[in-house]
């Protein structure tokens, strides 16, 4: 009987779901999640947004199979950590104490996983995500009514589903955007991101391409002996990805080849397979002693797992390609390291540095995002009023109707930050009443087009002298 598994991939704006049967893509469905829920990327009401997630897999069908949900990377920090080459019981024993050294800070879950040893020695993952957030995502889970089997970070799901040995991962989500560096088919490095929604496509991909530039710059810095080089290619994926005018954007940005998402998995041709790369990924997760190869569309059996399992998460176990003979040893190992300093220690000042850095990095570009908010506002504040398809013409006709008996409008000066009207009126009500018209017109919808601009009108901004009078209308920024 065909293995079934139900991927659920939940960001902050929405939700996708999808089942497999064997190879096969069986159902999908997707969903906006709903308004008040999440803040700055991060979902706030993990409660409501699982009501949701249960109320669409009734709808959907969904949910008849092993479900693996995923992990947003915000905050979430992963390291991959070498081992000189050793008897394998002496890895199992220092393995632990490394992975909790490595990432030391409490209120971060840490989990980690061996990697398949070669010539140069050992490597682990280690994986640290905010405690909190995996909280959140398990009230989540358990208000939709679900029982995973595994969480796993979003950027592992994405490497999976792309399957390649090397490979540069950007998933576009409309408040957030995932980062992820693929080596020896291995995701080396992991970053989340928040983007403001309001940003304009050529913004986002100018961001998000000076962010991919920073952690290839990080990584080749860190891992000179696996360098990210110009000819890995890059995939974009997530929801604005489905436009091709956007990743190419993106690309034209970068020196990296532009290759499209290829599901492992079969699938109608309809299905949007880049908005559900993520949850590909997720219904690709092998069971937990599933080796190189058994997997289809899996290069690499990656079994981090986020959950608590039954032994503790502090135990090897076999689900992270341990042996079961080697729990003992490594309980063992653990307190003998309490009291000796080994050479993989050295890694510690170096991490903790990265944290450092990535603490910066979110802080300068917040203020960055911020700062471009502003100005797409008042860009397109500025040529939504001024478009070149009578924009003038449009707005003067609306002033003109606007104006009340006793005010005639002879001209009109547009500036970056106001336009000004100059006329003649008949004595102060009439230009008192035109302020008014211009205020009441703003908040009415057949003027939608100038509601912003005209709803905050001040009386101070009108100037008179004699007959004539000049009124500044602010643009909005």
Same mark, same amino acid.
């Given at each position: 009987m065909a293995r079934r598994v139900v991927g659920i991939d939940v960001d902050a704006t929405s939700i996708r779901l999808l089942e497999s049967s064997g190879t096969r893509v069986e159902r999908w469905v997707s969903a906006s999640v709903g308004s008040g829920t999440s803040r700055d990327g991060t979902i706030t009401q993990p409660t409501l947004v699982g009501a949701q997630v249960k109320r669409l897999l009734r709808a959907s069908g969904l949910g008849k199979g092993e479900v693996v949900a995923s992990l947003s990377g915000m905050y979430a920090m992963s390291r991959v950590l070498s081992l000189p080459p050793k008897p394998q019981q002496e890895v199992l024993r220092e393995a632990h104490q490394l992975a /909790?050294? #490595?990432? !030391? @800070?409490?209120e971060l879950r840490v989990e980690w996983e061996l990697l398949p040893a070669d010539e140069t020695g050992q490597e682990m993952l280690v994986l640290g995500v905010p405690s909190a957030a995996l909280s959140a995502q398990v009230a989540l889970l358990r208000s939709a009514g679900l029982k995973p089997r595994a969480v796993e970070v979003k950027g592992i799901a994405l490497a999976r589903a792309v399957n390649r040995e090397r490979a540069i991962i950007v998933n576009m989500e409309s408040s957030s955007a995932d980062l992820v560096l693929v080596m020896n088919g291995v995701p080396r490095l992991m970053r989340t991101l928040h983007q403001a929604s309001e940003l304009s496509p050529e913004r986002r991909t100018a961001a998000l391409a000076r962010a991919v530039e920073q952690t290839v710059g990080y990584h080749n810095a860190n891992s000179p002996a696996r360098p990210i080089t110009e000819d890995v290619p890059i995939f974009v994926v997530g929801t604005l990805a489905e436009d091709p005018a956007v990743a190419q954007l993106l690309a034209d940005h970068l020196p990296y080849p532009l +290759?499209?998402?290829? #599901? $492992? @998995? +079969?699938? !109608? $041709?309809? @299905? !949007? *397979? *880049?908005?559900? *790369?993520a949850s590909i990924g997720l219904a690709l997760r092998p069971p937990p002693r599933a080796k190189l190869g058994q997997v289809p569309g899996s290069a690499l059996p990656l079994h981090i797992n986020l959950i608590p399992q039954s032994p503790p998460f502090w135990i090897p176990t076999p689900g992270r390609g341990l042996y079961v003979a080697a729990v003992v040893a490594g309980l063992a190992g653990a307190l003998f390291l309490s009291q000796q300093a080994t050479a993989q220690r050295a890694f510690l000042p170096s991490l903790r540095q990265e944290q450092a850095f990535w603490k910066l990095e979110e802080a300068r570009q917040k203020s960055q995002r911020d700062a471009v908010i502003e100005k797409e506002k008042a860009v397109s504040s500025f040529t939504e009023l001024m478009s070149r398809k009578g924009g003038n013409v449009r707005l003067v006709n609306l002033l003109r109707s606007l104006a009340p008996q006793g005010i005639t409008i002879n001209t009109f000066a547009l500036s970056e930050s106001s336009v000004t009207v100059g006329g003649s009126s008949t004595g102060p009500q009439a230009l008192i009443e035109f302020v008014r018209a211009l205020r009441a017109s703003g908040k009415t919808a057949e003027n939608g087009a100038f509601r912003r601009h005209f709803s905050e009108v001040p009386f101070s901004s009108v100037g008179q002298g004699g007959g004539s009078f000049s009124l500044a209308l !602010? @643009?909005? /920024?």
């Open positions: /909790r050294e #490595s990432i !030391p @800070l409490e +290759e499209p998402f290829v #599901s $492992p @998995l +079969e699938m !109608p $041709p309809h @299905l !949007p *397979a *880049a908005r559900y *790369a !602010p @643009l909005a /920024r």
